[in-house]
């Protein structure tokens, strides 16, 4: 295992902050569809719209004889919006161990496959800039295919941070594969909503709190 990491990237939903309310994101889906015309979606075309890939949202909006593109960019302004209101009301909030952040003595960043507008939303309401870099997806067809496990975000924060020795930390099998891919150590943090969860491939460590990390370094 490698040792004295100098820098430590962080996903965030399930590990800086907590996971969006699935119901919520549910109802920015059906907005969104409204808000390009179409007014009865079908549940299965809701649940597509949550996480599609570029070609499940092609067939989804062909269905419907809307634009792709269109109906994607609406779809990422209604799920930041509805997010926005979220953190606002202190319903999507920080877990209180993010204090063992503080001083770590090494460079931070957050990779997050979230939009990049809502982790900025998260970082300025959190006053969450003592991280040096974050980055969100685009809000583009484009931006699907860099999610991860695509480790595109993830290059691009290495990069930025000027460091070849990292740690990632995260909460999902996706994490694990960007980390791997982009030749990197990873913590798998097993918080309460991740109870049960079963990963293909094992992780580098696998913590219960961000307060584990410190040690680590």
Known sequence: MATE??????DNDGVLTTPTDRAV????MYDAFGNVGVTDP?????????????DSLHDIADAHGVDPHELWTVRE????????EEIEAGRKRLYDDIDALTDLGAATAIVSNNQHETIGNIVDHYDLDWFDEWY????????????KPTPYYLALALEELGTENALYVGDSWVDIQAAEAAGIDVAFIRRAHREGYDLER???YEIAGLDAIPDLL
């Open 42 to 54: 079908s549940d299965d075309h809701v649940r597509t719209l949550l996480g599609p890939s570029v």
């Open 5 to 10: 990491y100098d820098a430590v990237v962080f």
């Open 77 to 84: 302004y209604a799920a930041i919006e509805a997010q926005l």
């Open 25 to 28: 994101l549910v109802d920015a």
């Open 136 to 147: 969100g997806r685009e809000p583009t067809v484009q931006g699907i295919d860099r999610k």
């Open 202 to 204: 094992a992780p580098t």
